[in-house]
């Protein structure tokens, strides 16, 4: 729960440009995901929000774009929008396959009305 921690990893993390491999790669797209999930549990939403959308721009086919919609979701319902925080959640739960987030998804649609 050290947010502060995991966040300046991250950051650093994201700033590697140079890259040798494949799984220093999948670190790499990985990271983005990951700085953007500490921001957010750090109460950090403006910049949780703006993180899951860049990785949502340079990693358009990464393992994490459902995640990152749900969690930008997540960031504008805990901030009071919540007909964006439906919007995204409804594009969450219509993304194949159906898993644990499209459930989620699903829920907090339910909640909001």
Do not use: W
């Not at 440009?17 to 790499?28: G, I, K, T």
């Not at 930008?72 to 439906?86: P, S, Y």
């Amino acid at each position: 729960k050290n947010y502060s921690s995991a966040i300046r990893a991250f950051e650093e993390c994201v700033g590697y440009s140079h890259l040798r491999n494949d799984e220093e790669q999948a670190v790499f797209t990985r990271s983005h995901y990951e700085l953007g999930h500490a921001q957010l549990l750090g109460g950090q939403f403006e910049d949780a929000s703006n993180t899951f959308s860049n990785y949502i721009k340079k990693f358009p086919t990464g393992e994490q774009i459902k995640e990152s919609i749900y969690q930008m979701g997540v960031v504008a319902e805990a901030t009071g929008n919540k007909d964006r925080a439906k919007t995204l959640y409804h594009k969450v739960a219509t993304m194949p396959p159906p898993d644990d987030t499209t459930r989620a998804a699903r829920q907090r649609m339910e909640k909001l009305g």
